[in-house]
């Protein structure tokens, strides 16, 4: 069974920066996708971006040139970097590896104060 856990999420002012960790089980050199979503209060689950191996990445227009998605696989882990950060990016923030079948993190809180 994959697990994957994230870390790194919190409170942070307006404009400020945050990174969030999520390490998998698995060995992520062979993992084809990973992808990170957030749920805001209220709201469905979106897509935030991601990643694959060959190797690709992919940003949701709301995050684009603020948001930057990386992998170490020496660590198993996949990195959200978060910059510019704004109140509307205050959500739950998931990791997800592959489709069929998808594992899913834990989830993270992520606050932005105005």
């Known amino acids: 069974q994959v697990q994957l856990v994230v870390f790194g999420g919190g409170l942070v002012q307006s404009g400020g920066p945050l990174t969030l960790s999520c390490v998998t089980s698995?060995?992520?050199?062979?993992?084809?996708?990973l992808a990170w979503f957030r749920q805001p209060p209220g709201m469905e689950r979106e897509f935030v971006g991601s990643?694959?191996?060959?190797?690709?990445?992919y940003y949701a227009e709301s995050v684009r040139g603020r948001f930057t998605i990386s992998r170490d696989n020496a660590k198993n882990t996949m990195y959200l970097q978060m910059n510019s950060l704004k109140p509307e990016d205050t959500a739950v923030y998931y990791c997800?590896?592959?489709?069929?079948?998808?594992?899913w993190g834990q989830g993270t809180q992520v606050t932005v104060s105005s």
């Open positions: 997800q590896q592959s489709v069929s079948p998808a594992y």
């Open positions: 990643s694959t191996n060959n190797p690709s990445v």
């Open positions: 698995d060995s992520i050199a062979g993992v084809y996708y």
